[in-house]
């Protein structure tokens, strides 16, 4: 078998790739396209294409597609042969420039938000050539930007790479202010950690609720879940291991640089972190993690579940996004040295970082918004749907030394003793790692908590680098016309951070005494998608995005649409399937067991007339009652369901779920799930928690 130096990589058409088959011309031409943003040169696409075609056929490819990210969330893609047609009947492989710069899907199945009307259905696919080619099951993928006719973009890509350059545009002018004129570009970095649990087939088939919605909404819970921490960053068990083992090859293979794996806190759940690259590439390469976890898990009778809260009462699932800026020399902009005190360059940016996080917290909640994110926020195993952030003891120190304008008296590296002279000794990080934060300092990047783990990554990205990007362009603006450089920086960094501690905070998010401190300091907390989404459309928001050209107001417009449609077609069909489950599966099984149980004691009366019978009759009692509470509360939520159809827009409906629908699903459940309990094992029409979350072996 290859080693993993050998067969890393070996299906990206990547630069060591490149710079084997294309000319020295065409390789300086492309390479300056990828590493200094500059505009691709229309002459070298027919070469590349020729060179690209011939190596995805030497794998063995015979196919290709414009490989895109519309506003499903997921991935898309229409494959075309490379053949055509050859003189003598027969067929050669040909692939063009123009066939590898653009394409042209059907847009108009896809979510457009009102941007386009469902006859008109051309729209177009533009190379990205910053996001490496790759081969996938014998389809050459060309990673691509989405637009519509109009050239309003219909996906997540283009607005992602639209706030890479509003970022790099404004941080280009703060390093030329402090002198560095060689940086060409400045890029955020990004590594999202990935959790999902896995589970068997069988018991997947089995769930109604898993298959249609991918959660169950029903599920007492289990003697033992996760309160014994036994399960986190325990032993892998060998059938997760085998499968680990044949995702990390998959992914290797796809230049996706797997790092980490791990057992997570809830059973049946892990994890898979990545090594950091640039931010759209990142995205390019979480959306095919998820759907290479989802084919190798079937490979392997399993199947991975990445919905942010599929078993009520044990952990969700996130995503968390770790974010830096570098530029292509290589320097992390976020990194505070050996004396973060003394480094003007790293305060300015990491003021222009709490500025952005605290002007813009509502995009931040707003770009990790959804139905089933809403079930993991604030419920003490995620963040809080308030946003704030966690500096750590030192750089808390020296801001608050800044903001007084008094000296700093720390900034000695802290020896760590464990007290035991055979282990080794070593100096204590500068912060602790806050697992409550929304937003955290982990040593030279932020680590954002909140996104959801079948989110995609673009959403979050779009928002923190374009809210950067703006606290940039003011704290450019301003010193640029400055006469005294130094004391003008040093006046912007102290007023920065008087005006913005509100954000900062290094407790525990969990505490309800913070949300009450927060709601005191001003901080938003938007608890539900319905709360949250319609802010995306607030002025201070459109301007923002709107002046750095990331989004125009028709594709904020047709965001926010879509986000809410998202929403409650999701909760619609979660309603439905609950009503059904419960009136033809729950119900019956419930009411055979009772009946059951009744007859059983009317035998046993008239066999022992003496005996009383009185646990029987208790029980049944109990699950006549539960019947009728189930039914009611299936009706009531049919109601529920029957009234979305009356509501004059989709910022009404979602309103009406959120305030009718929901509770309405709670009550079904919480009698379902007590019926449970009380009703013998074989009669229960589909596998409980116990079941599923222990399946794996």
């Known amino acids: 078998m290859d080693?993993?130096?050998?067969?890393?990589?070996?299906?990206?058409?990547?630069?060591?790739?490149?710079?084997?088959?294309?000319?020295?011309?065409?390789?300086?031409?492309?390479?300056?396209?990828?590493?200094?943003?500059?505009?691709?040169?229309?002459?070298?696409?027919?070469?590349?294409?020729?060179a690209m075609k011939d190596w995805a056929v030497s794998k063995g490819a015979t196919h290709f597609t414009h490989w895109f990210q519309p506003l499903t969330g997921i991935t898309a893609e229409k494959h075309d042969g490379f053949i055509s047609p050859a003189p003598d009947g027969g067929v050669i492989t040909e692939f063009s420039g123009k066939e590898l710069i653009k394409g042209e899907p059907d847009a108009s199945s896809f979510p457009s938000g009102g941007l386009r009307a469902t006859f008109e259905a051309r729209g177009y696919t533009a190379w990205d050539p910053t996001s490496y080619a790759f081969i996938k099951e014998k389809t050459l993928c060309i990673p691509t930007a989405f637009c519509s006719y109009g050239g309003q973009a219909l996906d997540k890509k283009t607005p992602l790479l639209r706030s890479m350059e509003a970022l790099n545009r404004q941080a280009l002018r703060i390093l030329r202010l402090f002198g560095n004129d060689t940086a060409k570009c400045v890029r955020p970095s990004v590594g999202p950690e990935q959790e999902y649990f896995l589970i068997t087939k069988e018991m997947y088939d089995a769930r109604p609720d898993l298959r249609f919605t991918g959660r169950t909404l029903f599920g007492a819970r289990p003697p033992k879940g996760q309160e014994m921490d036994d399960h986190y960053f325990g032993a892998i068990k060998p059938r997760v291991a085998a499968y680990m083992e044949e995702l990390n090859r998959e992914l290797w293979a796809h230049g996706v640089m797997a790092k980490t794996e791990h057992n997570e806190v809830a059973p049946a759940q892990h994890e898979l972190a990545p090594i950091y690259t640039t931010a759209n590439v990142a995205t390019d390469h979480n959306q095919l993690t998820m759907e290479i976890m989802q084919k190798v898990a079937a490979r392997h009778g399993l199947v991975c579940l990445l919905h942010e809260k599929p078993f009520a009462g044990v952990n969700g699932s996130g995503k968390h996004n770790n974010w830096s800026i570098s530029t292509n020399e290589g320097q992390n902009l976020l990194s505070p040295g050996e004396t973060p005190y003394e480094n003007a360059q790293f305060l300015l940016f990491l003021c222009a970082v709490i500025r952005a996080v605290d002007d813009y917290q509502d995009l931040l909640r707003i770009s990790v918004a959804s139905a089933g994110n809403d079930h993991r926020?604030?419920?003490?195993?995620?963040?809080?749907?308030?946003?704030?952030?966690?500096?750590?003891?030192?750089?808390?120190?020296?801001?608050?030394?800044?903001?007084n304008d008094t000296p700093y008296k720390g900034g000695k590296n802290t020896l760590l003793k464990l007290g035991v002279d055979v282990l080794p000794r070593f100096n204590r990080d500068t912060t602790d790692r806050n697992r409550t934060s929304p937003f955290a300092f982990t040593g030279n990047k932020f680590e954002f908590r909140m996104v959801g783990s079948s989110d995609s990554i673009a959403c979050a990205n779009i928002m923190l680098n374009s809210a950067v990007a703006e606290s940039l362009r003011v704290f450019a603006d301003r010193l640029e016309g400055s006469a005294d450089f130094e004391t003008a920086l040093h006046d912007l960094i102290r007023q920065t951070v008087r005006a913005h501690k509100r954000i900062l905070f290094n407790g525990n998010g969990y505490d309800e005494a913070w949300i009450r401190e927060a709601a005191a300091r001003g901080l938003h907390n938007y608890a539900t998608t319905p709360d949250c989404i319609p802010h995306l459309l607030d002025e201070k928001n459109v301007a923002m995005l709107t002046s750095h050209g990331v989004f125009s107001k028709e594709e904020l417009r047709s965001r926010c649409e879509i986000l809410l449609e998202n929403y409650c077609k999701t909760v619609t069909i979660e309603a439905n399937t609950m009503i059904g489950m419960a009136l033809t599966q729950i119900m019956p099984a419930v009411s055979r067991f009772a009946a059951d149980t009744a007859r059983g004691a009317a035998a046993k009366k008239a066999l022992l007339p003496d005996v009383h019978c009185a646990y029987e009759t208790k029980l049944v009692g109990k699950l006549s009652a539960l019947t009728d509470l189930i039914d009611g509360a299936a009706e009531n939520l049919q109601t529920a369901v029957a009234a979305l159809s009356g509501a004059k827009n989709v910022f009404e409906e979602s309103v009406m779920i959120r305030d009718f629908v929901l509770p309405g699903m709670a009550a079904l459940r919480a009698h379902c799930d007590e019926a449970e309990t009380l009703t013998e094992k074989s009669y229960l029409p589909f596998p409980t928690y116990g079941d599923i979350l222990f399946s794996v072996r």
């Open 3 to 50: 080693t993993v130096p050998e067969y890393f990589g070996s299906m990206v058409f990547n630069d060591r790739v490149m710079k084997s088959v294309l000319s020295s011309a065409v390789y300086a031409s492309l390479k300056k396209t990828i590493d200094e943003n500059v505009e691709l040169d229309p002459g070298v696409a027919n070469a590349v294409a020729e």
């Open 377 to 403: 926020l604030g419920a003490s195993e995620a963040p809080p749907a308030v946003v704030s952030m966690f500096l750590g003891d030192e750089l808390t120190e020296i801001l608050n030394a800044i903001e």
